[in-house]
């Protein structure tokens, strides 16, 4: 029997485990060792940001920005609907109503030319989504966002190194949450996450709110000589087995993209016939963006094909995945929100998208192999 074809398999490089045991060997196993400090600075270097702090999940790096922007009951933040729960929950936990606006086509991201119609008093935040690891329109939306005084948070979860007019995406908005889940690019064991600070102004706070609202970072430095409960926060530090997981795993970034670029654009070649004749859309790379290879997905023509395609490749041992239920049609998405405009693209296009298995190293015949069944299946 052939092999089944996962749809992701977490990438591995081999050093992750040399590293995790010599952070089990130096008795200092909580966040901000020495791995989660070489993190961090690689991540300051790459990113010229005024500060990054590794979270446990980007989930949590997302809750830190609700935190430090002071989100409260009744306040309104812009953002996709086509986007995972934690983009929304991070600012319904803090009481705010989510405002739904509808995404562009081609990128799946938020149309940048919707969102200033959505604005109101209350507007405090817009949260783009940068899907697939395709930036959004960040000039346009923080233009936007400084003509009205609101806030940017990046949700970057699946945007490690990719770029938007040959800056890192993550650095454009006041905060930015990476991902480092074994479902993305690079993972810190699992599960794991950073939060990106471009605003100075931030970066003192967002250092208490991570250390459960204590100065303990100043007083690790010498700065104070006792520490003390001074704000609000939470436990917002990853350990540091994660930390020397993903350092593991930084080493070999570039490696680990460029990887998936090659399966990325092979996908790519072999499905342009499909889309000659219109049996598939293939994704749409504006030139100002350099994504990452995150994701390949194909549109079909309906909600119906899409089913019949997933059967299809799962009798043939392919593992292919649908995305998100739009959050405004979900139960929680109604109690915490609402869509402002009209849902011309958000239901219709998640409903055709598909994507297909891609992880690090995947082989060329993997590849071959699902191309070839997709084309099967529209008897091309
Ligand atoms: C993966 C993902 C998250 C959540 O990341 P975790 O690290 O699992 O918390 C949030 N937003 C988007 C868009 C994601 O893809």
Redesign the pocket.
Known sequence: MRNAIPFNRPPFTGNEQQYVLQAMGSEKISGDGPFGKRCQQWFDRQLQCARTLLTP???HALEMAALLIDIQPGDEVIMPSY??V??ANAFALRGAKIVFVDVRPDTMNLNEQLIESAITARTRAIVP?HYAGVACEMDAIMALANRHGLYVIE?A??AIQAFYRGAAVGTHGHLSAI???D??NITSGG?G?LLVINDQEFADRAEVIREKGTNRSQFFRGAVDKYSWVDIGSSYLPSELQAAYLWGQLEYVDRIISDRLRAWHAYSEALRPLAERDCIQLPTIPAECDHNAHMFYVKVKDLNERGELITYLKEHDIQAAFHYVPLHSAVAGRDHGRFHGEDRYTTVESERLLRLPLYFGMSELAIERVTDEVSNFYGV
Do not use: I, P
């Open positions: 999940s980007c989930t986007t995972f934690s983009t989504v949700d979860a699946q991902s480092f889940h479902t993305k599960e996450g």
